[in-house]
């Protein structure tokens, strides 16, 4: 064998290597975002931060992402925006009572996202958006416009089945809404916003709100139509 397709061969685990972290890169460069956008916010996030927690130079961030907006844009994306698509399919097939729907939509949010980090990113919007509007006009585009969407289609599926009672449906999503606001809100601001001498459970707080929710939204008689 001649000594190049040695030498060849003995590189080629090596550089499989390296392909595969720089394929892995823009999956860790996202998360280290992620960590420091929820633990310290997006203006006191510098890049070079994102770059150090992920291993790589600050040099080699830019190359996947030109700016720090477009860096949280990615993010944002890679949590939040891109899985309306997975949700609504997940809506769509979904055989039960709208009242069940409801009971399975605030738990599996809850599951796979106000109890993770990505729930910070509503938070730091709700403290930060006024001082970035590019960044609140996109945010409220990929995220609050198609989230806004999915409830108004589990209202109004509601209503057109009975089941729920002919309410404003534009409102009625603020009501579902509200308990998912106050637990991003306990969860990221060191529970200040409840009683330290309460225990909170989130997930039999969010249990009891939805029960609520649904007695003010369910048909008073209790019927659906076929």
């Known amino acids: 064998m001649p000594a190049s397709s040695y030498f060849a061969d003995k590189l080629c685990p090596v550089r ?19 960590d420091l956008f929820v633990e310290k916010g997006f203006a006191a ?3 070079e931060e994102v770059a150090a927690r992920a291993g790589v130079s600050k040099g080699t961030l830019f190359l996947y992402f030109p700016s720090k907006e477009e860096l949280f844009k990615a993010v944002v994306n890679e949590n939040l925006a891109g899985r309306f698509g997975a949700w609504n399919q997940e809506f769509d097939a979904f055989e039960g009572s709208t009242p ?21 990113i509503t938070k730091l919007m709700m403290c930060e958006g006024g001082n970035f509007p ?7 585009r990929e995220v609050v416009k198609p989230g806004h969407a999915l409830l108004r289609r589990i209202i109004q599926r509601g209503i057109d089945r009975g089941e729920f009672a ?3 449906v534009d409102l009625a999503i603020y009501t579902v809404l ?25 997930e039999r707080y969010l249990a009891m709100q939805t029960e609520t929710v649904l007695h003010g939204l ?8 076929p």
């Open 16 to 34: 499989a290597k390296r392909e595969r972290r720089k394929e892995a890169r823009p999956g860790e460069l996202l998360d280290a975002a992620l």
């Open 45 to 47: 996030t510098r890049s």
């Open 100 to 120: 069940d729907l409801l009971r399975h939509v605030m738990r599996v949010w809850w599951e796979r996202v106000g109890s993770t980090r990505v729930s910070g």
């Open 134 to 140: 590019e960044l609140a006009a996109f945010y409220q």
């Open 166 to 168: 002919p309410v404003e």
């Open 178 to 202: 509200a308990p998912m606001m106050f637990l991003m809100l306990w969860k990221h601001s060191t529970s200040i916003c409840v009683d330290r001498e309460i225990q909170l459970d989130p």
């Open 218 to 225: 369910c048909n008073a008689l209790g019927a659906s139509r």
